[in-house]
């Protein structure tokens, strides 16, 4: 499943396999929003050279789930209120398209799929299996993304809105098994607009969809009362 | 008094150089790339060079094949339709937010920018003209102050600028001075803080450019191919 997340560039031998563990790690909540990465350490835990940890970080850089302090350490992004608001803002405009275009050109084995990830949010939700639920959030909206049929499109989306994602894992286990089960539900009918390939209920269905998880996230933060 | 140089100073440094030999068409699309050749004509490391074209790489300007090496990436007409889809809603944000959010000095720079857009396509200064229609649309982008669209635009967006530095150099010199002009309703738009006339004057330029980029690929034919 992580190897969804991460772009093409993974592909890339030992860089990319080096930038997934330490992606996975994020994901999972090892490594948390604001940590320091320390290469050697890393190259240490990892069993790699520092060479090939320097590099997968750059990847991961360039991905948006690190961040340079200007000359000086790396360390895991963290969202503040305003990130979140901003990419909220592009996620209306950008997703919304993505799902009108989905519902013009999924393929039928696409739909099948998403039913599928959905039948899995559902039941990661039912065990309140936070992790699972999210790993299959993740997969729902990315597969989403690439039934728009527009690689361009694709890689816009990853760029801006994975990073919102990538804090999932940590955020979904804060909450009972009720919330889960909503956050599952607010995924159906957009599923249902892309089956009935209709490109305005599918958009009217994201823009419920974008009202609700952006809802949530704002009160995941002033929970928080920090970074997400 | 002095910017330390580190190593990612100097990484940052090699990708500039490399993006604008690229973006000038000195590089052609498909071409490979030696990482030890470019070491040694940059007179830098070769992880420094290496490290550069990760960050290439993830702006989209070259590929990494497995076990083939590093290429300039190519890109055709389905690969543009699909940029232009792309922009006609994200860059149709920016330009909205552009007009609802820029400083005085940020409209005074895109204003400088689009002047020297001008002068270079009345000099019929190819290559400047390149330069200054890319960096007009990334202003405009930051400008945005939303650095999630901005990064996204980039990532998606950019590549198509190496592919027009392609064409305009094959071009009749008198599209490059309708290609400047072009851009003014939407600066006036966005000089006028009117988000409502900016989105419209975006989209009904950004409909003209596709269409003048279509005619031009069915008249010429395979442009990777003169490239």
């Known amino acids: 499943m992580t190897s969804d997340l991460v772009s093409d560039a993974a592909a890339n031998g030992l860089r990319g396999r080096i ?4 992606h996975e790690s994020i994901v999972s909540g090892t490594l948390k929003a604001g940590e320091r990465l320390v290469e050697r350490k890393l190259a240490k835990e990892l069993g790699a050279s520092i060479t ?24 895991v992004i963290s969202l503040s209120w305003a990130d979140v608001d901003k990419i909220f803002a592009v996620r209306r405009v950008l997703e919304g398209f993505a799902v009108q275009a989905a519902c013009s050109r999924a393929l039928q084995e696409e739909i099948d799929k998403l039913a599928g990830i959905y039948r899995q949010m559902l039941e990661a939700a039912r065990g309140r299996h936070s992790s699972r639920f999210n790993h299959a959030d ?39 098994a009720g919330d889960l089960a909503r956050d599952a539900d607010s995924h159906l009918p957009i599923l249902e607009a892309i089956r009935n390939r209709d490109p305005q209920e599918g958009l009217r269905a994201f ?11 704002r009160s ?3 929970g928080a009362a920090t970074h997400v | 008094m002095f910017e330390r140089l580190t190593p990612n100073t100097m990484r940052t440094r ?33 992880t420094a060079v290496r490290e550069a074209l990760i960050e290439l790489e993830s702006e989209g300007l070259i590929v990494k094949r497995a076990n083939l090496g590093t290429y300039v990436n190519t890109m055709g007409m389905a690969e543009i339709e699909k940029i232009f889809e792309v922009r006609s809603v994200l860059e149709a ?54 650095e999630y669209a901005e990064s996204a ?49 975006f989209a009904s330029t950004l409909e003209g450019w596709l269409a003048i980029t279509r005619t031009e690929f069915s008249d010429e034919g395979h442009l990777e191919a003169r490239a």
């Open chain 1, 220 to 222: 995941e933060l002033s």
């Open chain 2, 93 to 146: 944000f920016a330009v909205v937010e552009a007009a609802r959010n820029a400083t005085d000095e940020q409209i005074a720079a895109l204003e400088t920018t689009y002047l020297e857009m001008v002068d270079a396509a009345r000099a019929q200064d190819t290559r400047t003209f390149n330069q200054r229609d890319m960096e007009w649309h990334a202003q405009v982008w930051r400008m945005s102050g939303n």
């Open chain 1, 19 to 22: 930038a997934r563990q330490i």
């Open chain 2, 153 to 201: 635009l980039r990532r998606a967006v950019l590549p198509y600028f190496a592919f027009i530095a392609i064409r305009i150099a094959a071009v009749d010199p008198m599209s490059l001075l309708r290609d400047a002009l072009g851009h003014l309703p939407l600066l006036e738009a966005i000089k006028s803080r009117d988000a409502e006339k900016a989105q419209q004057a």
């Open chain 1, 138 to 176: 993740i997969a729902f909206h990315t597969l989403l993304w690439s039934a728009a049929h527009n690689e361009c499109l694709e890689t816009a989306l990853r760029r801006a809105l994975l990073p919102l994602f990538a804090f999932g894992a940590i955020r979904a286990a804060s909450h009972d």
């Open chain 1, 52 to 75: 090939a940890v320097r590099e997968a970080m750059i990847e991961l850089e360039t991905e948006g789930f690190l961040t340079k302090k200007v000359n000086f350490a790396t360390h």
């Open chain 2, 14 to 46: 090699i990708a500039q150089q490399i993006r604008q030999v690229i973006l000038s068409n000195q590089l052609k699309q498909g071409e490979r790339l030696i990482e030890r050749k470019l070491a040694t004509a940059l007179g830098a490391s070769l």
């Open chain 1, 207 to 217: 823009h419920a969809g974008w009202d609700y998880w952006y809802g949530r996230r």
